[in-house]
């Protein structure tokens, strides 16, 4: 199984190529489906080059991803604060981690 480094990253190259990941290996040899436990976009590109088929959401995944990503989802989330004057926490809460999810899902839309 691959392991995240210090960073909590996985490798960027994986093992020596993504044709030679034990996860792709598996997804091949046995009736196994690999879901990647994020919707981060980087990780879900890893795990699609390795045999990956699906993500997995909730939202201590989305406060991770929000970190990994914050370039990307700060200005969303304050974009979405603004034109919702009248949401609180919750509800921004949960308008990102559709918004996530729906990111997530488009990697995924060719598997």
Known sequence: MMSRN???????AGPASAA?????????ET????WNDSCAVSELAYAIERGGSG??????????????E????????RELAEANPTWNEFDL???LMEEMAVRGASVLAPV
Do not use: C, Q
């Open 70 to 77: 914050a370039d990307h989802w700060v200005p969303r989330i």
């Open 6 to 12: 210090d960073l909590g990253a996985f490798p960027a």
């Open 93 to 95: 809460s949960w308008a």
């Open 31 to 34: 009736p196994t489906d690999y």
């Open 55 to 68: 993500a997995t959401s909730n939202p201590s995944i989305v406060f991770e991803v929000l970190k990994k």
């Open 20 to 28: 030679e990941s034990p996860l792709l290996r598996m997804v091949r």
